[in-house]
């Protein structure tokens, strides 16, 4: 395969991007000047020997000898709450509302409506485990599932609710669910500030 047609494809593995705009990604770094190209590939090794992954939450983390993440090891952490969202871009949005203050729980994805077997990147044996850890160590009072409001957010939600409900009776913990404020088909990563503000506030 010519360099132009394997980069493309290594390009349309990228979320959201299709063939067309694979090529255009390619033909944009033949424009460019060779210290760019050498710079993004630089970007990019760092990416993988700088960035680690909390071994608590499983956030993408920037450190050099730490394995858990500042959030997870911050002492002024409320470590009796534990939000559950889908990726770390939702966390970020989160983050960025300044509202929320316990743990992190970073999901992986969401579990499919049409299929009855939960993906390997979904995790959800983790999920409990931490939640049981958190339940034991920590007294975790509230679990929230932070998930999108969309088909398949909410299947996800139903499916974890399962799940969790024996711990829920075990360890006297309620599961909640982010409230009004976000709309239907919703985005969490695409909410702004004010709207994860009211979702927190409004959580049932």
Do not use: W
């Not at 394997?6 to 063939?19: A, C, N, V």
């Amino acid at each position: 395969m010519d360099p132009i047609n394997l980069l493309s494809t290594m390009f349309k593995e990228f979320p959201g991007i299709g063939e067309r705009q694979a090529k255009r990604f390619v033909y944009f770094l033949l424009h460019k000047n060779p210290q760019y190209v050498k710079s993004l590939g630089d970007a990019i090794l760092s990416i993988k020997n700088q960035i680690k992954q909390c071994t608590e939450c499983y956030l993408f983390f920037q450190s050099t000898n730490n394995s858990v993440c500042e959030t997870c090891r911050h002492k002024e952490t409320d470590h009796t709450t534990l939000l559950v969202v889908e990726k770390d871009a939702d966390f970020e949005s989160i983050k960025r509302s300044r509202t929320y203050k316990g743990m992190y729980f970073i999901l992986g994805g969401l579990v499919p409506v049409v299929t009855k077997e939960t993906p390997n990147f979904v995790r959800t044996k983790e999920l409990i485990n931490t939640i049981e850890k958190r339940a034991k160590d920590d007294g975790l009072k509230e679990v929230i599932l932070g998930l999108s409001i969309n088909p398949q957010g909410e299947h996800t939600d139903m499916y974890l609710r399962e799940l969790i409900n024996p711990l829920k009776d075990k360890y006297y913990i309620k599961i909640s669910t982010l409230g009004r404020g976000l709309s239907t088909g919703t985005e969490l990563e695409y909410s702004d500030s004010e709207t994860i503000k009211n979702a927190l506030r409004n959580r049932n």
